[in-house]
């Protein structure tokens, strides 16, 4: 039996199995994308099946992989936005300051996931977890000068956005 057909044969058998297990394993009800991705990395892995377990048991693998990476993806989205939120709100508030904040909070958690991937990977690294340069370096494969360069042009264009949503009073603490 050929691979195409072969995972073909396995989206049929096991396409509600995964489903539910992601349903389960990440809370929502939106995995159609991720089953998808399950089996395309089925397809293009199929040379690494040992085919001593049960194929479904493997896809289930690939599975739990790719949530948990969507899990830390959520997370550090989670992170970058309360550590960045963290910059532009004063300690005490009035309660009707609270409103307004949602609503500033909603605002630039949808600045920082319309940034390109490289400059959300940078201001993660950099700017919430605190990695040096070096470190990032490493974990980017770029070069230091490289990672400085894209560290000031992604908080520049986050900057950018926040002026476009009249974020101009909050600009200032990020500047230092």
């Known amino acids: 039996m050929k691979n195409h057909e072969m995972i073909q044969k396995w989206f049929n058998d096991y396409h509600n199995d995964i489903y539910n297990f992601l349903i389960y394993y990440l809370g929502t009800k939106d995995v159609e994308d991720i089953v998808q ?6 397809f293009n892995h199929i040379e690494q099946f040992e085919r001593r377990s049960d194929p479904k048991t493997w896809l289930i693998s690939i599975a739990r992989n790719i949530a948990i990476d969507q899990i830390r993806k ?8 309360s550590h960045l939120w963290s910059l532009f709100t004063e300690k005490d508030k009035l309660p ?3 409103v307004l904040e949602d609503e500033r909070k909603t605002e630039l958690y949808k600045a ?5 991937s490289s400059y959300r990977d940078i201001v993660i690294l950099r700017g919430i977890l605190e990695y040096s340069p070096e ?4 974990i980017l494969q770029w070069k230091t000068a490289k990672v400085n360069l894209t560290y000031h042009r992604a908080i520049q264009s986050l900057k950018k956005k926040l002026v476009l949503e009249k974020w101009s009073d ?3 603490t990020i500047n230092g």
């Not at 920082?112 to 390109?116: A, G, T, Y």
């Not at 470190?135 to 490493?138: K, N």
């Open 37 to 42: 991705e399950v089996f395309i990395k089925g």
């Open 74 to 81: 959520k997370k550090r989205q989670q992170l970058l936005l």
């Open 96 to 98: 009707q300051e609270w």
């Open 112 to 116: 920082i996931n319309e940034l390109k």
């Open 135 to 138: 470190e990032a370096s490493q």
């Open 170 to 172: 909050y600009i200032e």
